[in-house]
Every structure is written in structure tokens, then in C-alpha cells.
């Protein structure tokens, strides 16, 4: 009898140790997703900076965020090398300027130019371009084929492979955990 106690003593101890492991292990895993979320967002938070008119178009690529412009520096040296004469048109956008651009073809006269009011410019997160040769900036079909395959090719996501209505040939921007691909023959550079 006594020793019966004992192992079930014993094995309530067990269990209860395995329970408060496994506790211990769930919370460790939680603190590194919150870490991690927390690494990835340093780069997209806004940076203090004021800019004269909110509704300017912004082309710098230092507006964007580190993995972005990485991106974009790459995309613009491989375009290049194959003759493809891109020109960088827009990068960090205000919340007001989306929100400006999105009632363009709503309440406003023009064209619509987009389908959001969250994009991933405000964010420091996406980039446009064009063609640089007046009078075809968004006319060449095959220009905005190729440079979406070597977006997507370097890990980025061009908005000409989105969804009909969606659809946005110039655009391009880098997923939320998305890495910098580099093909071969090329390396990051310093």
C-alpha cells in the first residue's frame, strides 16, 4: 500500500515536472517570435523625418527600409546590366499622399492609382518605377515583364504577377519576411 502511494507520488511528480517543461519551452518559443517581430519591425518604423510638403513624391532609395533598399540597389544593378533603362519614380510615401493618390478616380477627377490605402510605401516597404525613355515610362509591356522577373528572381514581389484589379506593373515591394536573394554572380555589397 505505502509503496504504491510512493509511485504514484512519484509519477504525479513526473507529470508535473513534464507540464512545467514544456510550459517553460512554450514561453521561451513566445518571447523569440516576439523578438523576432520586433528585429523585423525596426526597420519599418517611421523615421523622424519631416518633409516640407506631405504630398510630395518621394524617389529616394534611402526613404526605404535597410531590406528594401538592398533590394532595390540589387534590382536596379542586374536591370542595368541587361540593358534596361529603369528609373526609380517613387519610394516612402506620407499617409496623406496614399490617401491623396487613393480618392484620385474616386472623388477626385483622374485616373485611379491605387487600390489601397494601406501600402506598403508608408511603411518604407515598396518602390515604383518606370521606364527612363520619354514618351514609353509605362507603355513597354516586355520592360515591366522582364524587371517583375528579376524582382521576384532577388526575393522581391512586383505587383505585375498580382491579381486582375490589383495589378500594379511598377510596383514592387519586399515581404514582410521575405530575405534578399542574390543570384549568381552577384554579392551584397559593403
Same mark, same amino acid.
Given at each position: 500500500?505505502?509503496?504504491?502511494?510512493?509511485?504514484?507520488?512519484?509519477?504525479?511528480?513526473?507529470?508535473?515536472?513534464?507540464?512545467?517543461?514544456?510550459?517553460?519551452?512554450?514561453?521561451v518559443?513566445f518571447?523569440?517570435?516576439?523578438?523576432?517581430?520586433?528585429l523585423?519591425?525596426?526597420g519599418?518604423?517611421?523615421?523622424?523625418?519631416?518633409?516640407?510638403?506631405?504630398?510630395?513624391?518621394?524617389?529616394?532609395?534611402?526613404?526605404?527600409?535597410?531590406?528594401?533598399?538592398?533590394?532595390? *540597389?540589387? %534590382?536596379? $544593378?542586374? !536591370? +542595368?546590366?541587361?540593358?534596361?533603362?529603369? /528609373?526609380?519614380?517613387?519610394? @516612402?510615401?506620407?499617409?496623406?499622399?496614399?490617401?491623396?493618390?487613393?480618392?484620385?478616380?474616386?472623388s477626385?477627377?483622374?485616373?485611379?492609382v491605387?487600390?489601397?490605402?494601406?501600402?506598403?510605401?508608408t511603411?518604407?516597404?515598396?518602390?515604383?518605377?518606370?521606364?527612363?525613355?520619354?514618351?514609353?515610362?509605362?507603355?513597354?509591356? *516586355?520592360? %515591366?515583364? $522582364?524587371? !517583375? +522577373?528579376?524582382?521576384?528572381?532577388?526575393? /522581391?514581389?512586383?505587383?505585375? @504577377?498580382?491579381?486582375?484589379?490589383?495589378r500594379?506593373?511598377?510596383?514592387?515591394?519586399?515581404?514582410?519576411?521575405?530575405?534578399?536573394?542574390?543570384?549568381?554572380?552577384?554579392?551584397?555589397?559593403?
Amino acid at each position: 500500500m505505502q509503496s504504491e502511494k510512493m509511485e504514484r507520488r512519484k509519477r504525479e511528480i513526473r507529470s508535473r515536472n513534464r507540464k512545467r517543461r514544456a510550459f517553460l519551452g512554450m514561453m521561451v518559443l513566445f518571447v523569440l517570435m516576439l523578438l523576432l517581430l520586433f528585429l523585423q519591425n525596426i526597420g519599418r518604423a517611421e523615421q523622424d523625418v519631416s518633409f516640407g510638403n506631405p504630398l510630395e513624391r518621394i524617389s529616394s532609395l534611402e526613404e526605404l527600409n535597410h531590406k528594401t533598399r538592398e533590394a532595390a *540597389e540589387l %534590382f536596379l $544593378r542586374i !536591370a +542595368e546590366e541587361e540593358g534596361l533603362p529603369v /528609373l526609380i519614380t517613387e519610394t @516612402y510615401r506620407t499617409q496623406e499622399r496614399q490617401e491623396y493618390l487613393y480618392e484620385q478616380g474616386r472623388s477626385r477627377p483622374g485616373q485611379v492609382v491605387t487600390w489601397t490605402k494601406n501600402s506598403n510605401h508608408t511603411k518604407r516597404n515598396a518602390f515604383d518605377i518606370a521606364k527612363n525613355v520619354p514618351g514609353e515610362e509605362y507603355s513597354d509591356l *516586355e520592360f %515591366f515583364r $522582364r524587371c !517583375a +522577373e528579376i524582382g521576384r528572381e532577388i526575393g /522581391l514581389s512586383p505587383g505585375y @504577377y498580382w491579381e486582375e484589379g490589383k495589378r500594379d506593373m511598377p510596383h514592387f515591394e519586399m515581404p514582410r519576411f521575405g530575405k534578399v536573394k542574390y543570384p549568381e554572380g552577384y554579392e551584397r555589397t559593403p
